[in-house]
């Protein structure tokens, strides 16, 4: 990455080589395979893998050189490289700034074009924006540097970084991030399911014709090219469906998967032998979605909507590759991306994909999103964290979850059941036949194999021939999977299925159902597979300026959700009635942190349903206590509901908790990188009457109950409430939503603020998140992140003060949002709890600060702002003094000086007639002008 600086040009080392160092060989099948399919895995095995096949796989860390869109076809024992072109390598330039009206913007960015075409090093370039330009780079590397070189150093260029190409992160969890509990889960959703709300997703396609999005009365209102949109709020699920590249789904397409864990709800509610298509219905069933198809189908490829740039036009003839592990956004998301989602009422949206995973860190598109959050404070937005942990360990997180407006999604692990239920009623084991047969026939290089090219004087021993063509020829099916008739497999009774005698591969754990079922009965699946434990895929934090990312985890391990049929060459209509293959034809399981942010987004709908209802503060829907909440709120509570993770994280070195210090430093985990603030449980947070108890408290602007309340920089607000109980569980979480940053910066946090606790009786000052800050002074204050938590388990009974504190505001007032659990009385604070009392300064006995019984409001330090205006008064009024006397100083000096000369000139001319002539001829000619005038 080039960042211009006058005439410097600073290159960031590239991190893979650092990554690369502390990388070691898997220790599992499971993570061998993700490796190279992700989230297409669902239910995955904890297996020692075979030592002679560890060599063989490849890996994802070449970023730029790997083909996104290329994948092992089911039947396909066609050798294939691992390693195939990319698309060229593109550059992302961010214009400077530049003060003017759109003419005179427009014409910057003509001037840059023009100079563009100079550059020998550069073959294509695309205008995004007035702001944003991408320049393919030749393949020459003496050409493509030196036209690196001579941008850095252009006027209008402010930051230059690498473009990576994105791609998808890829019976029922609502439970676990509702009430943590199964039995108490239904009756908080019979109170909220999302009714009323909107959802925004992109991914790609939306199988309209599956159950849980079908509609026979309405057709779903498509939309084409820039606004304004066609919306339709009559369709049962979807309002919008936007192609802006194409508008097919292909079988088992990530984006209909993702978008029914969010809204999902089945058109077809018959029951067949005690199950029911509507017990998978999404988190939020009530609410709709909001569609923008960003992947592409179609066999020959797909081109941007009209009017819309976006990364198709970075390929060749602007037209990018089907692929269904890719996608394809706009290269803008400010402008051309989150509008339309907004457009359609949505206030929430969830993104499963990204790219630059632990290479650029805040970039471009972090930018766009903080920007795109600042201007619609109430529009929340969501990215999966990514799927590369096993990659690169810590700082492994997709660019677009480094935003700090965004809410960046890790993923726990699943209930052991639903592992079970997806081995019996959902997987197609002739299915995984064909596409592991395929994996690793192209894995060991078979067609090389049966080919038997003696010019390369390679021989193989006949187990491997047996293995290759057991692979090719027999592994098709179900059967063949389950059966150790094959001489390629071992014959042994202590195993289930065929494992193969070459390399030791326990296939049938995988593509047979009777075996997949056994090894989730095994004794050890109760520890391995928990909703407790991190999912060892879950990308990790901190950011690169380090700050907490991901924000949170939530379940993310075979999640059964919507299953899409190609809408172009088999389409697949939910039927009016139920049969034995309908729960196989309508769900599918997968894995990610693409089903952990669905999941998210469809609690942060829940949270919206809430305060629009009216559920706060009385814990029960009143309609005149309703109101819309910013995103910080939504953001806010989510946090505040956090749990931490009980179980382990299983890594390369072993299981680990994720809570607990490994005795071993250089293995320590730190689970504010691992899960950010914890496992969401929406019941910890919310108060809803004879559902939780917990007492909650919001804080509002005082002359607008609807409104976040704001700060300056040096104003405070002081809030005091009691503790009634001894070991009260007590939480306070600060969120704002801050100005965005630039890729450019070290430090992206632009608005600071701080939230400080302080016991009545005791001089102990907690400021938030002091966890993460070194002490090096009394109170350890977080000036990184816009997120701040204070969560003292067992909290003494008593008095308490809370302070907010606007510390450095650069963009004049700052809105936040403020949550309190715990605490049973949250009141006005009295007028002598001063910022000296507060932080200990006064030597006066300590005063007990007032909580009268009334309605929260809050109190704005007078004392500081009086201070404020003495001193501005005083400092005016010696001002003017100076001025005075510097003015009567310079008077009687001009006098003297007058004075001075008036005399000299005199005695001059006393002494030379010569010049007292020619002052006497001037003289006259004065006297003459002034008669004739």
Known sequence: MFHHDGKQMYQIVDVTQQHNAANAQFSTLERTLSEEFGDTLDEDLLVEFPTHFKHRMQSKRDTLSM???KKPQQGDRQQSSSHQQNAPQWMSILLANTNGNTKIRAMHLERFLDDLESLSGIKRVVSVSHKKVMVQLTDSTELHDAALEELANHHLVHWIEPFHFNQMHNKDARWISTTGNPSTALSFTQLLNGDGEVVGVGDSGLDSNNCFFYDDNHPVPHHQGPGPWNFDANHRKIKGYHTLIDSVAEDGAHGTHVSGTIVGESFNTQTLNGSSLSQYNGVASGAKVAFMDIGCTRPGGCQCSPGVPCECDLYGNSTCPQSDRSVYPPLDLDTSYFSYFYASGARVSSHSWGGGSGLLGYSQSSMEIDAFAWKNKDFLILFSAGNSADDYGYASLGSQAEAKNAISVGASMNVLENFLFAARYIADYDEKSLFYGNYFFNSHKCADVLKQDKSTCQTYSADMVEFCSFL??????EEACCSQDFSACKTDNTTCGCTTIMFNVPLSQYCCGKCAVKRFQSISSVFAYSHQNLAYFSSQGPTVDGR????LVNTGHAIQSAKAHNTLENPFVCPLHTDESLLNKQLMSMSGTSMSTPHTAGNALLV?????????PSGGPISSDGFSPSSALTKAILIQSTQPLQGTLDTRYGMYPVNVMSPDQGLFLNSKYLEGYGRVQLDSALHITGVTSRPLFVMRDIHNSRQDPTLKTGQAHNLCFSLPDRSTNLKITLVWTDYPSTPSSKKHLVNDLDVLLKLVDQKTVIAGNSDLVAPAS??????????????????????????IEGRSIYTGEQPFSLVINGAHIVKQCGKEVTEDWFYDREEAPTPQPDCPKQDPIIYTDSVLFTLTLMSFLVLLGLLLFVSTVSLLSCVM??????????KEQEEEQEGNPEHADIMELENQNESESGESQ
Do not use: H
């Open 548 to 551: 907490v990312k991901p924000d």
């Open 67 to 69: 083909d996104p869109t």
């Open 893 to 902: 000096l001009f006098t003297l000086s007058g004075y001075k000369l008036g």
């Open 472 to 477: 090719k020829y027999n592994l098709t099916s």
């Open 608 to 616: 919206r349903e809430y305060f629009v209802k009216g559920f706060y």
């Open 778 to 803: 009394r109170i350890n204050r977080d000036s990184s992140n816009n997120v701040e938590q204070i969560w003292l388990k067992d909290a003494d009974q008593g008095e308490y003060v809370v302070r």
